[in-house]
């Protein structure tokens, strides 16, 4: 079992500068910051190295940081050999918003990042089946979760109440 | 000559009675052999993470009941989980007791579902009906508690809405007393069922390998041989101080993680909760259950990932706070979306009767899964 920062001393001694932060100004657990077109790499290091095992990824989620105009994206990581888990976090461009997929590492993530793509319209390069999830899959008006979203006033000629 | 064959493709769904909800399943078929299924999912999606956006903190928890509608104590619980851990809010003793037993009895309740829809989906109906009514005593009990019967809006951010009722300890304990003895003429009627094992056993096998890479979680990882349970993996709540056993899948019916195992870890499951609720019954302690609901929710900024056991597996509640009094971004990490996911590998190869025995014993809530 390890903790955080060492897991961030691995990943900064192998990867140098796609490491970018390690942030503890949290109020739960810290995060660590890595460049977004190495995610794939790093995540199958963390995954395959004998010393993090990360064989499970819990959860992942894309927020839009409308502020430093940057679309996110949170990977919840867990070792159920080891025991423990971080939070890695990447940023892209809003208006080239383009990451490497990580469903090659692990299958669970196919699901999590087409509702990113549905919801924030983050492009996951190498994705088996990147398509709209709980949106229909004709809906036009953009990407509902991100912060300047319009609701339409017209689906495919209905008027949509709200 | 030979027999021109050709695949095709058949709709499983939208409205079909064994999709325990709205799911339209894209079945390839070669023969009766399926070859692929591809599940479409978001009929029933009503928005909840953007809602969740323009509310404030308090006023999320009614929606958390309507995300798994099966098992509304268990999504408070999780919010409450988050909200405290980002808040650092220590909640009383009281508050805790009555929250594992509202989660545990809302369990029985979630698998007695889960057992009795899939003994029905498989042809037997019988069981289906003893399942029912056992439930109907749980939600007898939740109705005396806050006044609802699915939707509670009982486990509140830092305590209850308000105390258990005078009479609820006492009829939670008749309520044991009956159970057990129906929980064993359930087993009879169905989980040693020949007929029963024959449809369930060495289907869907799922190998723990593939589990831990699709992330599944809950009875189904479980039901794969794995020990995995946040309540003892990562405690939280008060369940570090009550004594239960985890139960695994042994395949002692055909293959480690196949249908039946899924299905007989849920069962077991049932007689471990019964046991956490009469510890929980001996040790409640008195207090007030309200003293620690903060007035205002404000938290900092910042994240937090929260998560407990629902019935049906982990689940997160990932919050992200800017400082204001509604959240910037809520993601939730339902158990039921992970699972589903892992369908196509399980119904690779079986008969189109095969897949309605697999649906069921993934025991998918499509509330949760839509969100």
Redesign the interface.
């Known amino acids: 079992m390890k903790n955080a920062e060492e897991i961030f001393q691995i990943l900064k001694n192998k990867f140098q500068d796609s490491v970018l932060e390690f942030k503890t100004d949290q109020p739960t657990e810290p995060i660590i910051i890595v460049q977004a077109l190495e995610i794939d790499k790093i995540c199958s290091f963390l995954s395959s190295e004998d010393e993090l095992q990360f064989n499970s990824l819990v959860n992942l989620s894309g927020v839009d940081e409308i502020k430093e105009n940057k679309l996110s994206v949170y990977y919840h990581l867990e070792s159920t050999i080891h025991r423990h888990k971080i939070l890695l976090k990447i940023s892209t461009s809003r208006e080239k918003p383009e990451v490497p997929s990580v469903v090659e590492v692990w299958q669970g993530a196919n699901w999590h990042e087409r509702e990113a793509y549905d919801m924030f319209g983050i492009i996951f390069l190498n994705h088996p089946d990147l398509r709209r999830i709980l949106m229909p899959y004709d809906w036009e008006a953009g990407y509902p979760l991100r912060k300047d979203y319009e609701n339409p006033e017209y689906y495919q000629g209905m008027k949509v109440p709200y | 000559m030979a027999i021109r064959t050709e695949e095709m493709v058949l709709n499983m769904g939208p409205q079909h009675p064994s999709t325990h909800g709205v799911l339209r399943l894209e079945l390839t078929l070669e023969g009766e052999i399926v070859t692929n299924v591809i599940p479409h999912?978001?009929y029933l999606?009503r928005?909840f993470?953007?809602h969740c956006e323009a509310m404030t903190y308090p006023q999320i928890v009614p929606y958390t009941d309507r995300m798994d509608y099966l098992a509304s104590m268990s999504n408070e619980f999780g919010y409450a989980v988050a909200m405290e851990?980002?808040l650092?809010i220590e909640v009383p003793e009281r508050v805790q007791y009555i929250r594992v037993i509202m989660a545990e009895l809302q369990r029985i309740a979630s698998h007695l579902v889960a057992l009795g829809t899939y003994g029905a989906d498989i042809g037997a109906f019988t069981p289906f009906l003893f399942c029912f009514r056992d439930r109907e005593k749980i939600l007898n009990l939740f109705e005396i508690t806050c006044g609802a019967r699915l939707l509670y809006n009982y486990i509140w951010v830092g305590g209850l809405s308000h105390d258990i009722h005078p009479d609820f300890v006492r009829k939670t304990r008749e309520f044991i007393k009956e159970f057990r003895p129906n929980l064993k003429e359930t087993n009879d009627l169905l989980t040693h069922n020949r007929i029963f094992i024959d449809r369930t056993a060495n289907v869907g096998i799922l190998p723990i390998e593939?589990a831990?890479?699709?992330?599944?979680s809950g009875p189904n990882l479980r039901g794969s041989g794995?020990k995995?349970d946040i309540r003892k993996?990562d405690p939280y709540s008060v369940y570090h101080k009550f004594d239960f056993d985890i139960p695994v899948g042994d395949g002692r019916n055909g293959t480690v993680g196949d249908s039946w195992d899924r299905y007989f870890v849920r069962v077991q499951e049932m007689e471990e909760s019964l046991k956490i609720i009469e510890q929980a019954l001996d040790q409640l302690p008195e207090g007030d259950v309200t003293s620690a609901i903060p007035k205002r929710i404000k938290?900092?900024v910042?994240?937090?990932?929260g998560?407990v056991e629902n019935p049906r597996g982990?689940l997160?509640y990932?919050i992200?706070s800017d400082g204001s009094t509604s959240p910037?971004?809520v993601?939730v990490?339902a158990p039921s979306?992970?699972s589903?996911?892992v369908l196509n590998e399980l119904c690779k190869g079986h008969m189109v009767a095969d897949v309605v025995a697999i649906l069921g014993s993934i025991d998918i809530v499509l509330g949760e899964i839509?969100?």
């Open positions: 999912i978001g999606h928005c993470e953007k851990k980002l650092g593939t831990i890479n699709f992330g599944v794995m995995w993996d938290p900092v910042g994240n937090v990932y998560r982990e997160g990932f992200i910037y971004r993601k990490r979306f992970v589903m996911q839509d969100r």
